[in-house]
């Protein structure tokens, strides 16, 4: 597993989710993963207007190509709630991202791949959430 000491914080930019900050009570079974499809909207993201969590979805820019970039999902505050997907059950279509760029993954295969132990409940002050260490990304 990856030390928290050793990492380097990202900055969360805005456009960011503005939502509560007392959600996350315990580890979800899934999380919002971001793919390659993301075009962050042009600036202006869907998606991250359906996340109830605060500062969880934030947009990173692309230093090669300014002013565009993409969204990101801080692992550590995401629910799971698949409210910034574009589908619901049984593939039935919904509101958020409209280029499938998003995927639900289980908690137990992110964290396998990444060699990264997601902590239950945000282990950093709601005051530090402006940054995010990148193994959560």
Known sequence: ????????????????SHGRTDLRKRKPKQLAVINVNCTGCSGSPVCVAYCPVEACMF?????????????EVDKSTCIGCAKCTSKG???TFLDGCPWDAIEMVS????????????????????????SVPREYV
């Open 89 to 91: 059950p049984d593939g």
């Open 1 to 16: 597993m990856i030390a928290l000491e050793e990492t380097v914080d990202l900055p969360k930019m805005e456009p960011m």
């Open 59 to 71: 947009w990173i820019p692309d230093e090669d190509n300014p002013p565009f970039g993409r969204i």
């Open 107 to 130: 908690i137990e295969e992110w964290e396998g791949e990444r060699g990264v132990d997601l902590p239950a409940v945000p282990n950093r002050p709601v005051s530090a959430w402006t």
